[in-house]
């Protein structure tokens, strides 16, 4: 198991300030000479090193920079110089400074992209050959964006990191309202090569069901239509009829879930199955697999067969919890860490070539798939509303829907991919840390994704787009 990287600060000496070597200049009129070559050594200046942060780009930072005459004549400054372009000086040479006098000057940031930018500030007198250097540094950020009382900053996520490792990015909220806002958020990634980052929806999903009857909905369909990259959620009874496969081919995944009797078990089976023979996967929710007596519950046909059945032939370690397992080593379940709510009746009749991804304190399945089928299982009542504060039925359908469409969760969500995140008071400003990268090795190239934000007032949502850029570890 591979644990995340551990960033740990480095201490930094505590200097009032920096300067060059400090000698001690005489006193004595009768030796102009080495009072001269003492003019900038009498030059300190703090602080040591100028951060400017985070500036939006576009935009100027300042910040003041004390200069100190440790000397008991003036110094006279002739120059003062910053680079790179993206650095200035706002006091212009010369300035002259008193005997164990001082003099503050303002250095600018202005970004003219989203990068981190290195440079220097030179201060000079008439000895050329002594210049007092301080060290410049800043990062440029895309500009905040706003809708309604939420602003949100940066604008926009870019990272570059080599495969396999991971890095905080702190986003910043700030609620200019007068009541509490409650902040959410949601993150997807684009599959690799699509060259585009914007917040497009075009996922379609199927909801195939005996619980609901056609024109039925529930949190977890309401859920389901608003995911990311949602763009169309049919919902479809099961009790009246089995849909043609090609009706089932107009979309890009099939949901299944049971809560009555079947039209017809074996045929519903065998459709599902054709389906996924075109490559396309279907989620096996609670109750679709499972056999109560006098009721036609479970599907039958081919998708219970051994070949498309989601759960393993002999559990070796059937009394494993949910919350011990794979959660670092499967992708499936990265960010999984609760379930709500399961099935009562184990998953015995079925006999398949699956693999389980945890099991619950009773013995039962709780989620398991097919490794060569694109068939998942999830031993949950979809009705049941997320619990607050943990990722478990959403977060774990989100991945699903990550390894079918080719790509990783490289851009997660704190908390959960769709939950509440933190409330904000009026006029609070916190910031938001965003895990970016994966511990799975990503392909070199570029990857694209988007953050979603949104409140509880039902202003628009802002959409931040994120890129990451792997590199070879």
Not at 68 to 82: D, S
Not at 207 to 218: I, S, V
Request: hydrophobic share 40%.
């Amino acid at each position: 198991m591979q644990c995340p990287p551990v960033f740990i600060p480095l201490r930094r000496r505590a200097f009032a300030g920096v300067g060059l070597c400090l000698l001690a200049a005489p006193l004595a009129l009768s030796r102009p000479v080495q009072a001269q070559s003492a003019l900038t050594a009498c030059l300190t200046a703090s602080p040591a090193a100028v951060d400017f942060g985070p500036v939006p780009a576009g935009g100027t930072a300042g910040r003041t920079v004390s200069l100190r005459n440790t000397c008991r004549f003036p110094v006279t400054i002739t120059y003062l110089a910053a680079s790179p372009r993206a650095f200035s000086v706002a006091d212009a040479a010369s300035l002259r400074i008193s005997a164990l006098g001082a003099r503050n000057v303002q250095v600018r940031f202005a970004p003219g992209d989203t990068a981190k930018v290195s440079g220097e500030l030179r201060v000079g007198t008439s000895n050329p050959s002594r210049t007092l250097r301080i060290a410049l540094r800043g990062t440029g950020v895309a500009a905040a964006v706003r809708s309604g009382n939420l602003e949100v900053s940066p604008s926009r996520i870019d990272e570059t990191l080599p495969a396999g490792h991971l890095a905080g990015r702190i986003v910043s909220l700030t609620n200019h309202g007068q009541s509490p806002m409650e902040i959410f958020a949601a993150t997807w990634v684009e599959a690799p090569g699509t060259g585009g980052d914007s917040a497009a929806k075009g996922l379609s999903i199927y909801y195939f069901t005996t619980a609901n009857g056609d024109d039925g909905t529930n949190s977890f369909t309401d859920y389901l239509g608003a995911l990311p990259k949602v763009s169309k959620l049919t919902i479809r009874s099961g009790e009246q009829r089995t849909p043609s496969l090609q009706e089932l081919l107009d979309y890009d995944m099939v949901v299944v879930s049971s809560g009555g009797n079947w039209a017809d078990p074996d045929s519903a089976g065998n459709v599902l199955a054709d389906y996924v023979d075109r490559g396309r996967p279907v989620i096996l929710m609670h109750m679709a697999l499972n056999n109560l007596s006098g009721y036609h519950l479970s599907l039958g046909g081919r998708i219970v067969g051994p070949d498309y059945a989601p759960v393993p032939q002999s559990p070796s370690d059937p009394y494993t919890d949910i919350s011990t397992r794979y959660f670092i080593d499967n992708p499936l379940t990265q960010s999984v860490d609760w379930f709500e709510s399961h099935s009562i009746q184990a998953v015995k009749t079925v006999q398949g070539k699956g693999e389980a991804l945890g099991y619950l304190e009773d013995g039962n399945i709780a989620a398991a798939y097919n490794c060569a089928k694109p068939v998942y299982y999830i031993n949950l009542f979809p009705y049941e509303p997320d619990f607050s504060g943990y990722n478990g039925l959403f977060q774990l359908i989100l991945n699903i829907i990550d390894q079918t469409q080719g790509t990783h969760n490289w851009l997660r969500n704190p908390v959960s991919n769709h939950s509440l995140v933190l409330t904000l008071a009026p006029g609070e400003t916190r910031g938001m840390i965003l895990p970016v990268g994966h511990t799975y090795p990503l392909a070199p190239g570029k990857n694209y994704g988007t953050v979603e934000i949104f409140t509880n007032d039902g202003s628009t949502p802002i959409y931040i787009p994120a890129t990451l850029q792997v590199t070879s570890p």
